[in-house]
């Protein structure tokens, strides 16, 4: 497994649960150091177990050597592709510098049969170029075979995926290399998972549609809320009725501040930036506007905020309930709930931030925000609360006692998942998007 962030860790642990001999590769030290003594990095549900039961039985060994993968028969590539500084577009380097280490010990197995596959996100065109690369070299055969993991889900999501997609040169079920990716996943596939050959364009686009579609739903019903907001109309229960369409179906109708994150936001812009490379500009211009509205939900907070502040910010002590981009992870990147609670302190809000997992990311990456490790630190003498990662704790807070630590007892709900009639009956004025 070369690359061992969130996807290489959870792949390789997870792939020696199966029964494999895995290596983990990266060019960290420190990460691979962490790996090595059964310890996760980051935090993701059934991981810690998973990785420090696999190092135990020998199944699993970590590494920053190349050269300890002389007799491996299959390398995945789980290199990140983070949005370029320069534009819109995915970063390769990352991968480019693997291949360009692993070619050599390729070239030295001396025609053995080698199957490199590729994990990570890529700019549809990429594999084809890459399969190019590797033909040179007697005995390797590429597969790209897309992620579909989910932060929070991935260990579920890597064992019990709902489908496995290979991206081949050639579509065949017979090939060698669909053959070999069979042996790797054939305890998958012994459970019936659903497994689908394509070729490599139609693999690469996969994964970039599917978080590109889901992130249109997410706008959609987001744009809708504002609407809701200014008619009077509750967005839960146009969602929900919708959502009884088959067609259109209730999953990523919640309205709310947005999605963050690694994937979704890096993936609709690498999809935008790739179809105006290729000269589908137009087609792919209202991905644009999604983009747009999805950012600019955490404007419409801060300005919801604003009003309930009656005008400023200056001086006023704002909580935030979550840091996360999401429920169950550690991962702080584009998150929305951090993008809203830096806006506030850049206008002068003195902003404490709360979240169960992801404070010592907070610390690093943000050392001006204030971090409570408790609710109530961060709520006490508040003026105003901000609930935006929508975490099983927050949503079981008592109001009663909240409305007792608070300096004014107002809340903006921007996840839509308090029980408005309870926390209005405990006396508190309660914003929830959509829903005013």
């Known amino acids: 497994m070369i690359g061992c962030g969130y996807l290489g860790a959870v792949h390789a642990a997870s792939m020696a649960d199966i029964g494999h001999r895995v290596y983990g590769l990266d060019v960290d030290a420190a990460r691979i150091a962490t790996l090595g003594r059964g310890l996760a990095p980051f935090h993701e549900p059934d991981f810690d177990e998973l990785l420090h039961q696999n190092i135990q039985n020998g199944q699993l060994t ?97 064992l019990r995926p709902d489908r496995l997609v290979y991206g081949v040169s050639d579509v065949a079920d017979e090939t060698a290399e669909v053959h070999m990716l069979d042996a790797v996943y054939r305890p998958l596939l012994d459970l019936e998972i659903p497994r689908r050959v394509y070729n490599f364009e139609s693999a690469e686009l996969v994964k970039v549609s599917a978080n590109s ?32 369409d088959d067609r259109i179906g209730r999953k990523f109708l919640r309205a ?76 702080v990147r584009d998150s929305p709930a951090l993008d809203i609670a830096l806006t506030l302190y850049s206008e002068g809000a003195r902003v404490k931030v709360t979240d169960p997992v992801a404070l010592d990311n907070v610390r690093k990456r943000y050392p001006a925000l204030h971090a409570e490790d408790s609710v109530e630190n961060t709520v006490r003498n508040a003026d105003l609360v901000l609930l935006l990662t929508e975490w099983s704790e927050y949503k079981q807070l008592d109001p009663a006692v909240m409305k007792e630590l608070v300096s004014e007892a107002k809340i903006i709900d921007g996840r839509n998942v308090l029980d408005l009639e309870q926390w209005r009956a405990a006396g508190w004025h309660v914003e929830a998007l959509g829903r005013s």
Not at 139 to 144: A, D, F, P, Q
Not at 218 to 232: K, R
Not at 275 to 297: C, K, M, P, Y
Request: with cysteine; net charge negative; glycine share 12%.
């Open 62 to 158: 970590f590494t920053t050597a190349y050269e300890d993968l002389d007799d491996v028969d299959v390398h995945f590539l789980a290199l990140g592709t983070p949005q370029r500084d320069d534009g819109l577009g995915a970063d390769l380097s990352y991968i480019h510098s693997a291949l360009d280490s692993l070619t050599p010990l390729l070239k030295a197995r001396n025609g053995r049969t080698t199957l490199v596959v590729g994990k990570s996100t890529v700019p549809v065109g990429t594999a084809r170029g890459i399969a190019e690369r590797l033909e040179e070299i007697p005995g390797v055969k590429l597969v790209w075979n897309p992620e579909f993991l989910r932060e929070g889900f991935a260990v579920k999501d890597t």
């Open 213 to 244: 579609f889901l992130a249109t739903k997410i706008s959609f019903i987001n744009a809708i809320s504002e609407l809701c907001d200014i008619t009077g109309a509750d967005v839960n229960d146009v969602a929900e009725a919708i959502g009884m």
């Open 256 to 331: 709310g501040i947005g999605f963050g994150g690694g994937c979704l936001p890096k993936d609709l812009r690498g999809l935008i930036s790739r179809a105006g490379e290729l000269g589908a500009v137009d087609s792919f211009a209202f991905l644009r506007d999604i983009d747009a509205i999805n950012t600019g939900r955490r404007d419409y907070v801060v300005r919801l905020a604003r009003r309930l502040l009656d005008g400023e910010f200056d001086g006023q002590r704002i909580a935030v309930l979550g840091a996360a981009f999401k429920p169950d992870t550690d991962d």
